[in-house]
């Protein structure tokens, strides 16, 4: 299975995966003739080799060649539609575009149908999300993975004014991604960047386990303290299993009724956790205890706190990001079917 990880110390941005892509072997010849599907004319694509703190990546602008009109979801998707775009970029593409209209209209309180796109809807954010679409097809990525997002600090000029960093469309659709604060001043990840990654990657964090291919580095506009560029590599799955991350909620316990404890679990269950268990433990000053173990959703955090701290007696928990590997599970007939790539390992009944 070919896959891709993203590593972005620098953030993400359309432009950025479009030209990582370029660099990681997609042709512009390729790129430009699939482009020309769309029946957009109003637009150039400009390519060329620069260094970021003397490392070379590719860096794509593209150029407006007339003022564009603000376009809704629905003006995006018949252009989509229309186009000569193949199936999968079309599906691909408008998934994104859905996306990124469900978090404008999230953030400004309004109807979906009612968003109209400033800067995203523009010429360059249709060619940035669709090339990279067409891009993925090409390359044959099966898999996307992704490293943690930086959040970069300072206000963001945007047309009706100064913006929090990361933007609240960005911010909508980074729920439930491991982020941090890089500390760096400027816009780390665009909305466009946001909208394409959060749909078409798997999960978030480290490098996982491949036969790299090819890698590429797509150039940022902004000159930062760090390199401003976006890694792709590019290569074969060495095991395929799934992978995600999940957080790890734990904490010691050592003055509950044991009784009690089945309760908790139900409980903590309840609320939405994917998993929870207790196991015996010995503690300071002789104390027999039990470590509760609970895993959960990212988004899920707040609601699964509130459980524990509701049906035990523990005053803390210890909180950690952890990786999981897992079998792609499918459910067929009443069976549930576990698969290591292609391989069947396990069939049980549900």
Not at 197 to 209: N, V, Y
Not at 217 to 230: R, S, V
Not at 255 to 276: C, S
Request: charged share 25%; net charge positive; aromatic share 4%.
């Amino acid at each position: 299975m070919k896959i891709a990880y993203f590593d972005c110390p620098s953030g993400i941005s359309g432009n950025m995966i479009l030209g990582a892509l370029i660099d990681a072997g997609l042709d512009p010849v390729y790129l430009r003739k699939e482009l020309s599907g769309l029946r957009l004319t109003a637009y150039s694509l400009r390519l060329k080799k620069i260094k970021k703190l003397g490392i070379a990546g590719t860096h794509l602008d593209v150029k407006v060649k007339e003022q564009q009109r603000h376009r809704g979801l629905k003006d995006i998707h018949s252009i989509i539609k229309k186009s000569k775009l193949s199936r999968t970029v079309k599906k691909l593409s408008s998934a994104i575009f859905r996306r990124l209209a469900e978090a404008e209209a999230k953030v400004h309180g309004i109807p979906i149908g009612k968003v109209h796109f400033h800067e995203v809807g523009a010429v360059d954010a249709i060619i940035d999300i669709v090339g990279a679409c067409i891009g993925i097809e090409k390359l044959g990525i099966e898999r996307i993975y992704c490293s943690p997002l930086p959040n970069g600090r300072g206000k963001i000029i945007h047309a009706h004014g100064l913006l929090p960093n990361p933007s609240p469309a960005a911010a909508e659709m980074l729920k439930g991604v491991p982020t941090y604060s890089a500390g760096i001043k400027g816009e780390l990840v665009t909305p466009t960047g946001a909208a394409i990654i959060t749909t078409l990657a798997d999960s978030f964090g480290g490098l996982p386990r491949m036969k790299v291919e090819s890698i590429g580095y797509g150039a940022g506009t902004m000159d930062l303290p760090i390199p401003n560029l976006l890694r792709i590599f590019i290569g074969e799955a060495q095991i395929p299993a799934e992978r995600d991350a999940v957080l790890q909620i734990e904490t010691n316990i050592d003055d509950m009724d044991p009784k009690l404890y089945d309760r908790a679990i139900a409980g903590i269950m309840k609320a939405g956790a994917l998993d929870a268990s207790v196991q015996p433990i010995r503690m300071k000053k002789f104390r027999d205890a039990v470590k509760l173990v609970v895993l959960c959703r990212p988004e899920d955090k707040d609601k699964i706190l509130d459980a524990v701290f509701t049906e035990t007696t523990t005053i803390g928990v210890r909180i950690y990001l952890v990786q999981r590997e897992k079998l792609r599970r499918e459910i067929s007939a009443g069976k549930k079917i576990s698969y290591l790539g292609p391989q069947i390992k396990r069939i049980k009944s549900e």
